[in-house]
């Protein structure tokens, strides 16, 4: 058995998603793969809510036994840290070929000893930057417990570019590259329920569309464009709207919209609402003006966490851009199934 620490010297990188993405890999491979989060607590360093929730979608994502606080336990940074370390690891790791351990990223001074205790092999991540490889005297801290690097969220038009450039440049530094992986805008989106919510807004229609993807968002202002030519520019889209556009609103309804959102104090009419649930596009009524729940979903998408709904994209982009044949040899596994 061997843990692989998935870490980053920042929030948002990616670090639950992939950590996600090479647990599905391994258990296809034939493997039993665990997961493991500790949360390091002092009274100036409270345990963070989304850590336990990382922990449930894990959970059921690699059909573990182990409830999601054994899976992410809070541990003090008094006293004998290594032991509580190593006492509730042996907790989730029995049976197990591999367990994923993924890091906090504002606890990098507990990183250290985490690893050591485990005496884990260690994956960063990293997204893109113009100042990419800042860090790199960071990852030397780590010796031979480093396996390598990942690039994530990289934009298209550059994937080549760093695919020819950058492994020559790692080599130098002694790093090894395990993947660069291209921004996929369908692993920053929100669900519709979760689009609700961050917006304070009431589902009126397609209440059971709650868990549909949102990757885009267009606002309906007026605009030289007829509607369904200005809504056709972008797919699977929440379309925010005035409630007094009825107009405005059908046309978004005839392209490929998962929701749409209406803003002000005008009533539906009744035809918007029929032709939504015709289509199955469920109705989000906001209560803020425009201005703020444009601003409001932007801030979510950007903000937006890893989700079962995005395994399926994720696990084809990392079957394409990581190698997965570094990592089996890094943890000394043999290939199985795959």
Known sequence: MVALYVTSLERGSGKTAIGAGLGKHLLGDGKKAGFFKPIIASKKNLPMEEANSDATLIKDLFALDEPADLLCPILSDEGNLTGRIKEAYAKVSRDKDVVIVEGVSDQNQATRTIVAALDARVIFIEGYSKELLKAIHSYHDFGEHLLGLVLNKVPRNRVEYLRSETPAHLDKAGVNILGILPEERALFALTVGELAEHIQGEILSGADKSAELVENLMLGALCVDPGPEYYGRKNNKTAVVRSDRPDMQLAALE????????????????????????????????????????????????????????????????????????????????????
């Open 255 to 338: 392209t490929s919209t998962r929701c749409l959102v209406l803003t002000g104090n005008t009533a539906i009419k009744p035809v918007v609402l029929e032709r939504a649930e015709a289509k199955g596009v469920p109705i989000i009524l906001a209560r803020d003006d425009t201005t703020a729940v444009v601003t409001a979903i932007e801030d979510a998408l950007i903000k937006s966490r890893f989700s079962q709904e995005k395994l399926p994209k994720l696990t084809e982009i990392m079957e394409q851009h990581f190698d997965f044949q570094a990592v089996y040899k890094g943890l000394g596994l043999a290939r199985g199934n795959l």
